[in-house]
């Protein structure tokens, strides 16, 4: 299986971007930081500039919070890199089993429920929370 990344990497932009905001911030610089591929960092930089959180100057390296930590909390990050979502339901089960048969529906169910508890905690803790928690280990 396949683990997505791109929040937890999303996340840690936005923190570098606001920790080092008078350091480097290219995309090669953040990309040593999250241990990833410029072109991953940039590809989500896209993503959370079109959704309004960071601004970038067309030909200049870097980029800065469009808005304060305290007014970004990490729905809107999960939002602006485009998860279809958090727990996945394998599609192909056997139909002809009664476990095959009804797996989906109910896992489903409790998935829907389990995200909406997710999405509610993402609300509620804001990139300023993150930035705090990762400064008590400097």
């Known amino acids: ?10 996340i840690h932009i936005l923190a570098y971007l606001e920790i080092f905001k008078d350091g480097d911030r290219s995309s090669r610089q953040i990309a040593a930081s999250i241990e990833a591929n410029p072109s991953v960092v940039r590809s989500l930089m896209s993503n959370l500039r079109t959704a309004g959180l960071i601004v970038t100057r067309q030909g200049a390296a870097g980029a800065n919070l469009a808005k304060s930590p305290a007014e970004i909390n990490l ?3 999960y939002q602006a890199i485009d ?10 089960t056997n139909p002809n089993c009664p476990v095959g048969a ?3 529906t109910v896992l489903d169910q409790v998935y829907t429920a389990a995200e909406q508890a997710a999405f509610a905690k993402l609300k509620d803790t ?3 929370d993150v930035i705090a928690a990762i400064k008590v280990h400097f």
């Open 1 to 10: 299986m396949k683990f997505s990344y791109k929040l937890s990497d999303a």
């Open 75 to 77: 729905y809107d990050v």
């Open 83 to 92: 998860m279809q979502r958090l727990l996945h339901v394998d599609p192909k």
């Open 102 to 104: 009804n797996i989906q």
């Open 126 to 128: 804001s990139l300023a």
